[in-house]
């Protein structure tokens, strides 16, 4: 007798559940994208235990027939495709034919549904893959499935299912995602009869989002929005104050589907570049509508990728929106005081006295300032040259002598030869001296570099350096990026080498010490960034070491040229490596912390 044995159907249905049905968050997804295409507006969820006991998932849809209700549970079966040109342009979120299949496969089904034009409603009942008849029953319109004891004949898959609270973690992860998605729907999720989430249909995505996460995050987004090339992208950005640790707040979707991509996650990291800290992942909501027929949804089983027919077009698109946006926004950093308690728990204390005493230190604090003022100056402040209009300006190169009109009357002063405090319209502004000093650098010398090779000037001693086989591996693969940075170097011996010449912008840097660093870089991360990712680590590291560090004592010129230079930046909020150059603080905030509101 052979060995090979054809399954039953229903074996083959159990097998299939294991790849569109993991958890009850993966049936969740699959009625409520069942309910989206049936043109519902209103969908309410219901869990017991997590979604282990029950799962019931009703909607105000168009429903099914009679004649369809019993065959919707066959596998392979739908309504939304008929033939193979169907799948060259899928409009629906589901569309395989395998999800009711499955799911009434592991669990116990009854699924009860009404057309509009009918005048009574219709159930069936089914029992991991046995079948009962179709019955009529009194219900609404629409349809409303009930799934209950998830995996209860199959105890090795059941017993992978986790705590109530976190298989309800997974749900309403996948809730999040299509209600996202969907801002025109009237959605509920219920649990243990307990309303975890009411949404009004026809919300702002503002709104929406304000009520599945918090209005801090709502608040800190940036909207921006671009249509070109029959790409249409919305997007909300936070900024980068808001910035997480992973990934896990990062929505993308695809034409109201939620779908992971390596190109669109990569055009997103590329658009934050030098605006976050390493480590640190943007808070984004992306809102992508193309032509149905340009991708292709029918890669994966949970159908969470797709593939682009033009991937890098995509890319280039979504990276130039968010980019443009982000460069174009101020990101100043907000500062944020903790409230000061006015009383604690199981203590009374005399509000009014409070309110006396916080009057009396602001009282005299400001008295403190009036005798001693911060240095208030119009002295005029250095501008670049007319005849060397593109000349790097303070700290990174020669001063020009040319000079404008006054600067507008401000007051400052240097704290510890680290910051510099100064004012702004409604408040002051605490800048971080090298940190705002290495961005105006690294600006410009992205500037520089994009035009042509950084100007260099011959070093008077050669410097001479020896080479490790890391570095000389290093040195001999990026030989022309050296070169582009006005840096020569000729052989000196056996093994070693020497620094002819070094760019003019980097005269305060020591041109040993940056090259072997530069060289180092080089090995270590040469392999695994691109070009312009691996000249963005370089011009980094020149902008760090040419700025002027903290502890450095600056005069009231220095200060001018570096607050003036701030106004004139493209993106003066944040150092190169993501981190603030300052923060501000308003005067409402400091009137409340003082009781003064």
Do not use: W
Not at 60 to 67: L, M, P, Q, R, V
Not at 365 to 394: C, G, N, W
Request: contains cysteine; glycine residues 6%; charged residues 25%.
């Amino acid at each position: 007798m052979g060995r090979i044995v054809t399954l039953d159907q229903n074996m083959i249905n159990m097998i299939a559940a294991g790849e569109v049905i993991e958890r009850p968050a993966s049936v969740v997804k699959e009625l409520m994208e069942n309910s989206i295409d049936a043109g519902a507006t209103k969908i309410t969820v219901s869990l017991e235990d997590g979604g282990r006991r029950l799962i019931t998932v009703n909607d105000n849809g168009y429903g099914i027939e009679s004649e369809d209700l019993a065959h919707a549970f066959d596998p392979h079966t739908t309504s939304k495709i008929k033939t193979s040109k169907d799948l060259q342009g899928i409009s629906t979120l589901g569309f395989r034919g395998e999800a009711l299949a499955s799911i009434a496969s592991v669990a116990q089904i009854r699924a009860v549904s009404r057309t509009k034009d009918s005048s009574q409603a219709n159930f069936i009942e089914i029992d991991c893959g046995n079948k009962g008849s179709v019955g009529p029953c009194s219900a609404d319109y629409g349809t409303t499935i009930h799934v209950r004891d998830i995996f209860y004949k199959l105890p090795a898959r059941r017993k992978f299912l986790k705590t109530a609270n976190t298989e309800l973690g997974h749900v309403t992860e996948y809730f999040t995602r299509i209600a996202l998605a969907n801002c025109g729907l009237d959605m509920t999720l219920q649990h243990n009869g307990r309303e975890l989430y009411r949404l009004i249909g026809e919300q702002s995505s503002h709104r929406r989002i304000a009520e599945l996460f918090s209005s801090e995050i709502s608040e800190n987004l940036i909207e921006t929005e671009s249509e070109e090339k029959n790409l249409h992208i919305f997007a909300l950005l936070g900024k980068p104050s808001a910035s997480r640790t992973n990934n896990k707040f990062q929505y993308v979707f695809l034409n109201g589907r939620y779908i992971r991509d390596k190109f669109i996650s990569h055009a997103i990291k590329e658009a934050y570049r030098s605006s976050l800290e390493p480590n640190r992942f943007p808070v984004v909501f992306l809102f992508i509508r193309m032509p149905y027929e340009d991708y292709d949804v029918n890669v994966h089983p949970t159908k969470i990728e797709v593939r682009f027919y033009n991937a890098n077009l995509i890319h280039s698109q979504i990276l130039g929106c968010l980019r443009e946006k982000l460069l174009g926004t101020n990101l100043e950093t907000q500062a944020k005081i903790p409230q000061i308690a006015a009383s604690y728990h199981g203590e009374q204390k005399d509000t009014s006295a409070e309110v006396d005493r916080s009057r009396k230190i602001a009282d005299a604090m400001e008295e403190f300032f009036k005798k001693h003022k911060p240095i208030q100056t119009q002295q005029q402040f250095v501008q670049p040259s007319r005849k060397y209009p593109d000349a790097l300006k303070f700290g990174a190169g020669r001063i020009t002598k040319d000079r404008a009109g006054p600067l507008p009357q401000r007051q400052f002063l240097q704290v510890h030869d680290s910051f510099i405090v100064t004012e702004a319209d409604d408040g002051f502004v605490i800048i971080d001296q090298h940190a705002l000093h290495e961005r105006l650098i690294y600006e410009n010398l992205h500037r520089r570099i994009r035009k042509s090779k950084l100007e260099s000037q011959k070093l008077l001693i050669p410097e001479s350096f020896q080479l490790t086989d890391a570095s000389a591996d290093a040195l001999k693969t990026n030989a022309e990026l050296i070169e582009k940075l006005g840096i020569d170097l000729v052989p000196f011996g056996p093994r070693s080498y020497a620094i002819q010449a070094f760019p003019s912008l980097l005269a305060k840097v020591t041109p040993l010490d940056f090259v072997q660093d530069l060289l180092d870089l080089l090995a270590e991360k040469g392999a695994s960034l691109d070009a312009d990712g691996l000249l963005d680590e370089v011009l980094n590291m020149a902008a760090c070491k040419a700025a002027i560090k903290a502890g450095q004592k600056l005069n009231d010129s220095e200060i001018e040229q570096l607050l003036a230079d701030r106004e004139t930046a493209d993106f003066a909020s944040r150092c190169p490596h993501g981190r603030p150059t300052m923060i501000k603080f308003s005067m409402a905030e400091l009137q409340k912390q003082f009781k003064r509101t």
